[in-house]
């Protein structure tokens, strides 16, 4: 059974279609790159799957769950199986690194001892153990994305959306994150890339969905961006 399954799904914004009949589905533990020219709805596909955007036609589900039937209680249940990652990091500029990949945690009142364990254990994984007491303006672009990715991957989703996540940065930091995407998906998270980096999603070599004029032109395993 799919995680994530895109049926017919079309999106109009002021009667301009950014995504026209689009059906695809993406498997757990899957890592799947997105690509095309600004404007063809990757972001949009994004936002479909947290429910942030409603498709004008089309149904958008989730583990066998339905997003249009789902609200309030049912519907943040789905958004915390789900962890962003953007390209302007979005951290909190007065909480430190640990507070910042805490946030989540506390939103779910979970005790003081879990968030300890876990926001230690995460940011290990990232390579931020060191820094978990500074604020992000003693950050590099890099290390803030770092926390961000740390932040979304806290508790525990199913899936990590990551939307441009490389977009500030230079080529080392660029395949750092990149290389921390992998890891993460190695440990058994799906993520989903959108990314103009051809560069990068030619080494990843995973599978590939070319988007253009609001339709999937290539849906391809161990794929290349050749738009």
Sequence with gaps: MALIYFKDISKAYNNNLVLDNITFSVEAGEFVSLVG???????????????????????VVFDDQDLSKLKGSQLSLVRR????????FRLFSDRTVFENVAFPLEVLNQPDEIIQDHVTEVLKLVGLDALKDQLP???SAGEKQRA?????????????????PTGNLDPINTWDIVKLLLRINELG??????THNKDVVN????????????????DELNGQYII
């Design 189 to 194: 998270t799906a993520i989903i890339l959108t």
């Design 137 to 139: 303006v003693c950050l």
């Design 203 to 218: 080494k990843i070599g995973k599978r590939v969905i070319s988007l253009e004029n609001g339709k999937i032109i290539r």
């Design 81 to 88: 199986r789900v962890g962003t990652v953007f390209q302007d």
């Design 37 to 59: 020219k600004s404007g063809v709805g990757k972001t949009t596909l994004l936002k479909l799957i947290i429910a942030d955007e409603q498709p004008s036609s089309g149904h």
């Design 148 to 164: 961000a990715i740390a932040r979304a991957l806290i508790h525990g989703p199913d899936v990590i959306i990551a939307d441009e």
